[in-house]
C-alpha cells in the first residue's frame, strides 16, 4: 500500500468512517462455526435441588464449555448430586472421560449454595469439589465460574468464560462503548457519545478501560474506572491523541501523538503526567502494543515504505522490523505468553487476521474474511477476538489461535467494531 493510502486506512481507523447505522439495544450472540480436533468427552449432568435455577446454570456450563471448542458434550443419562458416586461404567459406555454433577440449595440466608463435583471417568477419581454462594442474580456469573473450574482442571489452563468483553456499537447519531461477558450477556454501557468513540484497552487489573474519544471534536485518551464511572483526561496534547497500550504493569500508557508532526510514540503515565518520546521516524508510526514482559513495544510503522511491524524496547533505542513477508502488515497484537504475534496482513487484496511464531517467524492466515481488523487476544491465549465484515456490517469473530474453532458474535442490525478482550479475572 503506498504512503497516501496508508494514511487514509489511518484516518478511517481514526474517525470511525467505516461504522454504518444500526439499533444498539441488543446483546451479541454467538454462532459457533468451527470446532477442535481431538475434543475431550465429557459429561455435565443435570444438578440435583433447586430445579430452575439448576438448570439454567447447567445450561450455561454446557454451552460455556461447547463454544470453547475443546470439549465433546456427552449426555450423562440421569441427574447426579455433588455427594453421590458417579456410575463411571454407564459414563464410560457413553464415552465420557470426565463427568460433572452437582446440586443447588436455597441456604437460610436467602442464597443459593451451588456444589459441584468433577470426577476422572477413567480413573474413577474425584478431580475436585468447589461449592459457591450466590444469589439469583450472580446465577450466570457462577455458571461461568464453574466452567472456568471444569475447564482448568481439564485442560491445565485457565479458563476465560468469567472474563470480560469491550466493543463499540454504533447507532444513528450515537456511539456506545459497551462491556459484556465473554460469552456477549450481561452488556451494560459504560459510555455514550455522539462522536466516535475507538481503541477501548483494558488496564492488567481489569478495573480500568483507556479509550480515545472524540466528543471535544478531537482525539482525546480518556482512562476511565469501571466501578466508579468517573474518567480522567490521559493524553491531550496539540493535534491527535490516539491508540492508547496500557504497559504490563499498568503504570503507563503507550500512546500516538501528533503533537510534534506527524504521528509518533510516546509514553505517559496512566494519570496523564510525565509524557516521554519513544520513538523517531520521518513516516507513520502507530498502533502500540507492549510484549507480556513489558521488554518491547510492537508498533505498526511505514518507515521502510509500506505498512509493517516493528518493535522497539520499551526502555527507548533502535526498532527492528518483525513483519518482512508482504507489503502490508498492521496492528500488532502479542499473545499472553509472547510467543506468538497476531497482526492483520493483506493477503490476496483480503485484509485477514494472521498469527506469526516469534521463535520461527512462521506465519499462518487463521481467518477466511477480508475485512478483519483489531484482534485481542482471550487472556490464556487460546482464541483471538476481532472485528471483521459479513454482510457490509459490523461484526465481532474470534478463532483459535491454531484457526480450528471459529465463532461469529453479533448483533441483529447493529455495527459492532473495537473489540477488546479483557484479563483474567482474579
Excluded at 25 to 33: D, G, H, N, P, R
Excluded at 68 to 93: M, V
Aim: net charge positive; with cysteine.
Amino acid at each position: 500500500m503506498d504512503m497516501m493510502k496508508f494514511q487514509r486506512f489511518v484516518l478511517a481507523c481514526a474517525t470511525g468512517l467505516s461504522l454504518s447505522s444500526v439499533t444498539a439495544q441488543a446483546q451479541l450472540s454467538i454462532e459457533i462455526t468451527g470446532a477442535g480436533a481431538n475434543r475431550l468427552p465429557v459429561a455435565i449432568a443435570d444438578f440435583t435441588g433447586e430445579r430452575v435455577v439448576s438448570q439454567a446454570l447447567v445450561s450455561v456450563i454446557r454451552a460455556d464449555l461447547d463454544r470453547s471448542g475443546l470439549f465433546k458434550l456427552i449426555d450423562a443419562g440421569a441427574p447426579l448430586a455433588d455427594n453421590i458416586t458417579p456410575p463411571f461404567e454407564d459414563l464410560k459406555t457413553r464415552g465420557a472421560d470426565a463427568v460433572a454433577g452437582g446440586s443447588v440449595v436455597l441456604s437460610a440466608d436467602g442464597r443459593f449454595e451451588t456444589r459441584v463435583r468433577l470426577s476422572d471417568v477413567v480413573k474413577q477419581a474425584s478431580l475436585g469439589t468447589p461449592a459457591y454462594l450466590h444469589n439469583d442474580g450472580q446465577l450466570r456469573a457462577t455458571a461461568h465460574r464453574v466452567a472456568d473450574f471444569i475447564y482448568e482442571k481439564l485442560t491445565g489452563e485457565p479458563g476465560v468464560f468469567s472474563t470480560r468483553i469491550a466493543y463499540v456499537v454504533k447507532s444513528t447519531g450515537r456511539y456506545e462503548l459497551k462491556i459484556a461477558d465473554a460469552d456477549g450477556s450481561n452488556d451494560q454501557a459504560a459510555l455514550a457519545s455522539r462522536e466516535p468513540i475507538i481503541s477501548p484497552t483494558w488496564s492488567p487489573d481489569g478495573k480500568k478501560l483507556a479509550y480515545v474519544s472524540f466528543e471535544a471534536k478531537k482525539p482525546i485518551v480518556y482512562v476511565h474506572d469501571l466501578a466508579s464511572g468517573r474518567r480522567h483526561v490521559a493524553a491531550n496534547f496539540k493535534g491527535s491523541n490516539s491508540a492508547p497500550a496500557w504497559s504490563p504493569d499498568g503504570k503507563q500508557l503507550a500512546v500516538v501523538l501528533t503533537k510534534d508532526g506527524s504521528s509518533q510514540l510516546y509514553l505517559v503515565n496512566a494519570d496523564g503526567s510525565g509524557v516521554k518520546r519513544v520513538a523517531t521516524s520521518p513516516g507513520i508510526d502507530t498502533e502500540p502494543r507492549w510484549s507480556p514482559d513489558g521488554q518491547f513495544i510492537y508498533f505498526t510503522s511505514d518507515r521502510g515504505g509500506s505498512p509493517q511491524i516493528y518493535r522497539i524496547p520499551s526502555a527507548g533505542g533502535g526498532a527492528e522490523r518483525v513483519t518482512f513477508e508482504g507489503s502490508y502488515n498492521v496492528t500488532p497484537r502479542p499473545s499472553p505468553d509472547g510467543k506468538s504475534l497476531a497482526f492483520v496482513a493483506r493477503n490476496g487484496g483480503r485484509f485477514q487476521l494472521a498469527l506469526m511464531d516469534l521463535a520461527t517467524k512462521q506465519t499462518q492466515i487463521l481467518t477466511d474474511s477480508t475485512k478483519d481488523e483489531s484482534p485481542s487476544f482471550a487472556p490464556n491465549g487460546r482464541m483471538i477476538l476481532y472485528a471483521t465484515e459479513i454482510g457490509g456490517r459490523g461484526v465481532l469473530a474470534a478463532v483459535s489461535s491454531d484457526g480450528r474453532v471459529k465463532q461469529k458474535l453479533s448483533v441483529r442490525a447493529a455495527d459492532v467494531r473495537e473489540p477488546a478482550w479483557g484479563p483474567l479475572v482474579r
